[in-house]
């Protein structure tokens, strides 16, 4: 689910099994851990319901008074896979004069499945993008890390309230030369209520 269910004592039509694991109950009262082959493929909540149906236990069904299935959406029985949340950017001028203020757009998405959701809303995802300008008469060349003579002009924030496309504040281009922009995504700059749902990157 792309946010925690509303708890409920029955199953609701149509949700999404995620998988099923069987229990041996062999020893009585006491904790039991199922085996974990259940696997949560991509970002969402994920809740368990326990069952046990006395007609399918054979003859020892005798023993047992009645079958059992528990509350679907408990808190205490959910998981949450994070979302990826991913940004690719795009500069919103090619050619610009010195004076001018430049911006980037970003395209954001989530790249491991749903955009995960609190209390109906989709969560905050806070982007930090620098504005360096490169000195030489060449573009910059593509590469991880940002070169020692790269200039910092300036840093912006982007607040993504969902999959979408977003333009950033501006910075001020003040020489002529080459700008390029570098985005982040990082896990201690979002607020800490939602860290728990978000894979950093």
Known sequence: FEEHPAQSETVPE????????????????????SAGSVVAEESGFYTWVWSIDRDAQGDLAQYIRDSFTDWFGRVAETHV???????????????????????????VSSSNGAWLRLDGAPIPVTFTGAAYQVPGTLPPVEQAGVPADAVPLGTVEVIATGPGVYTSPTVAFPDAGFVTWVWEMRLEAQPEQYRDYLADA
């Open 81 to 107: 896979s994070p979302f990826q949340p991913v940004a690719v950017s795009q500069s919103d001028a090619r050619l610009a004069v010195p004076g001018d203020a430049v911006s980037d757009t970003l395209t």
């Open 14 to 33: 149509g949700a999404p099994i995620a998988g099923t694991e069987a229990l041996l109950l062999d020893h009585g009262v006491g904790s039991y851990l």
